[in-house]
């Protein structure tokens, strides 16, 4: 069997293990992103390159890059992944892997049988893309699996890169397909800490960071600061946790107002990109969060909290 089918087949079981853990989120469509551009780079190297004509071989290579580079279409659609406009964002997604295959398509449509250019500003694009994809893992739990991310893409469309850049070797796609199965496989072996002991904010907020990436933890984390600053609430959202506006660690029990305000601006911030039982189950041993954003006890383990009315 082809190693490229063999490869495809393995990502496609360990996303199929991760699908729990992103059902009930917008992470929905980079999961499916990725499911297709796995399989797409599989399939397009199931044709072999020799005894191809020139105009094959070109018409070839074009539709091997065009699936090379749909490995950026799921970290893209992932800085997106926000409610409402996530569904439109889809479309940028597409748009974006239409621009970087045009030279591809202009070879098989407008110039059959000739070579196309991806150097210059596209190479250097991609470069970018790359940067933006990792980094974006980096900063949270999954630093890991940031890293061989970026590997993966750097391997799958490195003939296209500045020519620096590029490695002359046949086993390019394998090892880029490589690289993304051990980034899922890091993603599903890694550990959770034990947050157990933790505010219930702050054990929402780091699954968050850890599942959404850094662009978007620093984005929540301005829009409460920000929220913070302008009420003139006593409390700041830092990256690992919630803390007083002097960094000083927040009193176990908050002020009645302060309490209700942070939740209900907290879970409907949250309530973008996850829904209701996303946010109770990491919650189900503590409290569970009403539609207005109070905590609600659990028989399990009752406890008094305000219950007013924004």
């Known amino acids: 069997m082809n190693i490229g089918i063999v490869l495809a087949l393995i990502a496609t079981a ?27 780079i599989a399939l397009v190297h199931l044709t072999p390159h020799e005894g191809l004509s020139a105009t094959d071989r070109h018409w070839h290579e074009a539709i091997q890059y065009s699936a090379h580079s749909l490995i950026f279409c799921p970290f893209m659609s992932l800085l997106g992944a926000r409610r409402p406009q996530n569904r439109m964002w889809e479309m940028v997604v597409i748009t974006l892997w239409f621009i970087l295959v045009l030279p591809a398509l202009e070879a098989v449509i407008v110039r059959p049988g000739q070579n196309y250019d991806t150097q210059g500003i596209r190479a250097w694009f991609m470069m970018i893309l790359i940067f933006v994809s990792s980094i974006n893992i980096i900063l949270g739990r999954f630093w890991i699996c940031g890293i061989l991310i970026g590997c993966a893409q750097f391997a799958l469309v490195n003939s296209h890169l500045p020519s620096w850049l590029q490695i002359q070797s046949t086993a390019m796609v394998p090892w880029g397909l490589g690289f993304a199965i051990a980034a899922l496989i890091a993603m599903l072996a890694l550990r959770k800490p034990d947050r157990s002991k933790m505010r219930v904010e702050d054990q929402v907020w780091l699954d968050y960071r850890d599942m959404f990436g850094g662009m978007w933890a620093l984005r929540i984390r301005e829009r409460i600061n920000v ?84």
């Open 14 to 40: 360990l996303l199929v293990a991760a699908l729990p853990r992103v059902r009930g989120t917008t992470l929905i469509s980079p999961w499916c992103w990725l499911l297709t551009a796995i399989w797409a």
């Open 227 to 310: 929220a913070a600053k302008m009420n003139d609430w006593d409390l700041r959202l830092e990256w690992d946790k919630f803390t007083a506006a002097d960094g000083t660690p927040l009193p176990d029990t908050l002020p009645a107002d302060t309490q209700r305000i942070l939740h209900l601006n907290f879970w409907n911030l949250m309530r973008k990109f996850v829904n209701q039982s996303w946010i109770d189950e990491r919650l189900k041993s503590r409290a569970s969060v009403d539609r207005d954003g109070n905590l609600q006890p659990t028989p399990i383990k009752p406890k008094t909290i305000s219950r007013d009315k924004p």
